[in-house]
């Protein structure tokens, strides 16, 4: 298995190009997660989705948009980039909310 | 206040010393309690889970949580230069409705020295 995978590891964007991040998961699991990580602030939840489906804001969800497109895959959109987005991106997935299993994670860069 | 505070660290040891991480919380309706690892330019990765207060042992590691005092622990004994990494405590209020959602701490680096 190959658990919690996404795509691209690395990106380098221009301010106001968009981008989607890929998320997939082969365990099975019911909810997924995506998470923004910067030194200093720690992980937080930009969206989450409970159940295929549904989806809902996190702590800091201004400036993304999310489709959870089947149980497997939950992408995460930025229409418009900002400098301020610039940060380590995790996706996750979990049978039980309390035990969550992380992918690799995103390097985004935006000049 | 934030809802949970972690030491940052850095925190340096000699390889076999007793390790102890902790963090505090303020909100008294979390009841769930999680440790990840987090190795450089990886993702984090579930160490320990436990469930109201007491003690949790998986080999070198033992989970404290002290619900009166709002405080958990993280102690790792025997520890070697693979522990090396940053820790990352979370927790959450419950398993069901809109209680999803994970509050973690900013992470204590970790460094063992051989």
């Known amino acids: 298995n190959a658990g919690v995978t996404q795509t691209p590891k690395f990106q380098v964007l221009k301010t106001g190009q968009s981008m989607t991040l890929q998320c997939a998961q082969d365990m099975n699991h019911n909810s997924m997660y995506w998470y923004r990580q910067d030194p200093g602030m720690g992980l937080r939840l930009i969206y989450y989705?409970?159940?295929?489906?549904?989806?809902d804001k996190g702590e800091v969800p201004n400036g993304y948009n999310v489709s959870r497109l089947n149980k497997r895959e939950f992408s995460l959109r930025l229409e418009s980039a900002a400098p301020s987005q610039t940060s380590v991106y995790f996706c996750?997935?979990?049978?039980?909310?309390?035990?969550?299993?992380f992918g690799p994670g995103t390097r985004l860069t935006v000049l | 206040q934030k809802e949970v505070e972690q030491d940052p660290g850095p925190l340096s040891v000699p390889e076999g010393a007793i390790v102890s991480l902790n963090c505090t919380y303020s909100n008294s309706a979390f009841q769930y309690f999680m440790w990840y690892r987090q190795y450089s330019r990886k993702g984090p990765e579930l160490l320990m889970y436990t469930y109201s207060s007491g003690n949790k042992e998986d080999g070198r590691f033992t989970a404290q949580v002290d619900k009166s005092s709002k405080y958990i622990s993280l102690f790792i004994r025997d520890s070697q230069p693979s522990d090396s990494a940053t820790y990352l405590c979370?927790?959450?209020?419950?398993?069901?409705?809109?209680?999803?959602?994970?509050?973690f701490g900013k992470g204590t680096l970790l460094t063992v020295n051989p």
């Open positions: 979370a927790m959450s209020a419950g398993s069901g409705g809109s209680n999803y959602k994970l509050t």
């Open positions: 996750a997935s979990s049978e039980y909310p309390n035990e969550q299993f």
């Open positions: 989705s409970a159940s295929e489906g549904t989806t």
